[in-house]
Structure formats: structure tokens, C-alpha cells
């Protein structure tokens, strides 16, 4: 539970902040190298699209984007 806890967490903070929210929440002292941990090596079930999609728009906002730029001209 406390697992399941801290990925939810640290889901939406960075693992700094999730160490003091675990901490203030449940009086559990996570380490935040620990939190970062356990995200890393947890096995996460990826959703399955009911449709397929042609293209996405995001703003930016904590969207970690990864690979090389695809540039459309």
C-alpha cells in the first residue's frame, strides 16, 4: 500500500517533494532516492487504445519529450 502510495506521488512531484508529502502524509520517512527507485523499477501496465490516433498536441507542461525532433515543413 505504501508503495502504491509513493508511485502516486511521485507521479505528480518531483521525487524531492514526494519524500516530504510521503513523510507529512503517512509519518513514513521515503527517501526521495528511494521514491525514484521504486518508480524505475516498478512494472507498469501500459493502457491499450480502444482507436487508433494520427496525431497529439500537448503544451508543454511536465511533458517530458524524448528521441530526436520530428520536424514537419
Known amino acids: 500500500m505504501l508503495e502504491k502510495f509513493c508511485l502516486r506521488i511521485s507521479a505528480n512531484e518531483s521525487y524531492q517533494k514526494a519524500e516530504i508529502e510521503v513523510e ?18 516498478h512494472e507498469f501496465q501500459l493502457p491499450q487504445a480502444e482507436q ?22
Open 24 to 41: 507529512v502524509l503517512t509519518g513514513v520517512k521515503v527517501g526521495h532516492s528511494t521514491q525514484q527507485k521504486l518508480v524505475l523499477e
Open 52 to 73: 487508433s490516433i494520427s496525431e497529439v498536441s500537448v503544451d508543454g507542461g511536465k511533458v517530458r519529450l524524448r528521441g530526436q525532433p520530428c520536424i514537419r515543413l
